[in-house]
């Protein structure tokens, strides 16, 4: 390399880095660390850092008081129910706009875009009263249609930009053969863009497992999420802290864990191809 | 002839999401333009009635409104302004080879993927509390008072609260353009013996200025709708101090079931998105072409 950097330097800079990176995460480790331990020690002055009686007890707690794994059950049966269905749909659509571009094709992708645009205040209002009329409030159908159709752009996006790297001789000499179409995505298409589709699912999960303004809006208590299941904290009785984060520990770690597998088609997923 | 099909069949395929998302967006938009010339309150339905301009006379004439649109741009600049010149010393950080670069750049992202309501609540009690709070005792330690923070700067609050998530969004798509910088340019400006100032202002920052468009639109889309760290931390208040206009509308339809008032406020607040829109859209689109 032409640039030399005294050790000196590259000593500096890597702390730095460190701190700056350190502070960023702080929230999320202190979240952690508090969850074990107990309600007295949470609030404790000067804090407790590492040195306290660390427990279990939080966690039991929090499953018995407000039964968290029915939340949790519900988060993942929305997070993942709703984009399966969401990817039947959107696999057909972006084959179509990536091989069998019409002339309107560029216009379509811009307006299915456009629709992501829209502030969901706009809809609000019929939307809540068509879900009161239809007996839709609080039911998982309900909000899970509703997260399947909030991600139905990004998915239909992502794909078109993935099928778009595929060579499309191939799929044409898939037909020579004589594949019917169906068989040709089936068969073809989606056996090769696999690793696409695993990250455009990836990134939709993520998305829909932290939606929180439909999930508190339409969930009242039988089909809430584990936002809403959060959101009960907001107005909490005594000492609650350690259960918090001990609540908050359980919904995040599992997206977090997903959303570090995803980054890169993270970038390419919310800035819409516009950075890569 | 064989396109002939496949044509058709794109026609079909493509279907199915074209009436979706057009059941989704356009008839429910259509049915917010009508409910905002009634007067239609859910408490009494039976006496709505057209009423014309007269909710967007009233929604816009009321105090709370102008406060709740201030806010809502006071919010969006706050969190732009900290997350994007945040975001640009983040990334240029993250892009020196520094020992475990990649834990660095897990450890800066996280805050994204943390769900809206856990964020606003561990940082208004874990961090944030007067009594308990880490930045309490970090006052304390220093010899100030500590400060109560959603009593008396709730806006500050939400703003601090918000950016910290939105910071590792413009860190990490800053970094991606970062790095796709060229390496012969760098070590060209080196040779030139161009300063680091000089350097970041004429190569890096205009290497750079798409993708801080791209962040500065994508999050203006969604900052425009921050709820759920209002929802859970301030509930617009206190009084309407950190009311923007989703919370406002929220209010007026889920609160005071005034779905009139409630559906010209999300129609003021689709013109406001649309704007932005428009430039986002743009941006996206030339990019389709190339």
């Known amino acids: ?227 809403a299941f959060i959101a009960s904290y907001s107005a909490p009785e005594g000492f609650f802290w350690a259960k918090l984060s001990a609540a908050s520990t359980l919904a995040i770690a599992p997206i977090l864990i997903l959303g570090w597998f995803s980054q890169k088609q993270l970038v390419r997923g919310l800035t819409f191809g516009a950075v890569k | 002839m064989a396109t002939q099909q496949v044509t058709t069949a794109g026609r079909i395929l493509v279907a199915p999401s074209v009436i979706l998302l057009f059941a989704w967006m356009i008839v429910p938009l259509a049915m917010t333009l009508y409910f905002s010339t009634l007067r239609y309150s859910l408490l009494d339905p039976d006496s709505s009635a057209f009423i014309g301009f007269q909710n967007y006379t009233s929604f816009l004439t009321d105090p709370d409104f102008i406060t709740a649109l201030l806010n809502t741009l006071i919010l969006v600049a706050s969190v732009l302004v900290i997350s994007v010149c945040g975001g640009i010393l983040v990334a240029l950080l993250m892009d020196q080879p520094v020992f475990g670069q990649n834990v660095l750049r897990l450890m800066v992202i996280a805050p994204f993927f943390v769900m809206p ?30 400060v109560v923070w959603f009593t008396n700067y709730p806006m500050l609050s939400v703003i601090l609260v918000v950016s910290w998530e939105w910071l590792p969004f413009a860190s990490l798509i800053l970094l991606t353009a970062l790095q796709s910088l060229d390496e012969e340019q760098k070590e060209a400006a080196q040779l030139d013996g161009a300063g680091p100032l000089s350097y970041f202002g004429y190569i890096v920052l205009p290497h750079i200025a798409r993708a801080i468009t791209v962040v500065i639109l994508i999050e203006t889309i969604f900052l425009l709708s921050v709820f759920a760290e209002i929802y859970v931390t301030t509930s617009g208040g206190p009084g309407v101090a950190t009311t923007n206009i989703p919370f406002l509308v929220y209010k007026q339809a889920l609160l005071n079931f005034d779905v009139g008032s409630a559906s010209a406020g999300g129609v003021i607040a689709v013109v406001l998105a649309n704007i932005v829109a428009v430039f986002l859209m743009r941006i996206v689109g030339r990019n389709l072409e190339g």
């Not at chain 1, 502070?23 to 480790?29: R, V």
């Not at chain 1, 044409?172 to 589709?197: C, K, Q």
């Open chain 1, 1 to 227: 390399m032409a640039m030399k950097q005294s050790i000196q330097k590259r000593a500096g800079v890597t702390i730095l880095a460190w701190i700056v990176a350190f502070l960023i995460f702080f929230p999320i480790l202190w979240t952690f660390i508090t969850s074990f331990k107990s309600e007295l020690d949470a609030i404790a002055m000067p804090p407790k850092f590492l040195f306290f009686n660390w427990t279990l007890e939080n966690y039991a707690e929090v499953q018995e008081r407000s039964n968290y794994l029915r939340y949790a059950f519900n988060s993942i049966v929305l997070s993942i129910g709703a984009n399966v269905v969401g990817l039947l749909i959107a696999v057909p659509a972006a084959w179509s706009m990536a091989f069998a571009p019409g002339k309107r094709t560029k216009d379509l992708l811009m307006w299915m875009l456009s629709t992501k645009m829209m502030p969901a205040v706009g809809v609000l209002v019929p939307i809540y009263l068509l879900f009161k009329n239809l007996g839709l409030l609080d039911s998982l159908w309900g909000i899970g249609f509703v997260l399947m159709l909030l991600n139905l752009p990004i998915l239909i996006w992502m794909l078109y930009t993935y099928f778009k790297e595929i060579p499309v001789d191939i799929l044409e000499a898939a037909r020579m053969d004589g594949a019917s179409l169906f068989n040709e995505i089936l068969y073809v298409l989606t056996p090769m863009s696999v690793p696409g589709i695993a990250s455009t699912m990836l990134l939709a999960i993520i998305l829909s497992w932290n939606e929180a303004f439909w999930t508190l809006n339409l969930a009242t208590s039988n089909a809430a999420p584990l936002t």
């Open chain 2, 117 to 146: 309501t856990v964020s606003a609540l561990v940082w208004k009690n874990l961090l944030m509390n007067p009594d308990s709070g880490l930045f309490a005792w970090i006052a304390r330690s220093l010899g100030f008072s500590p």
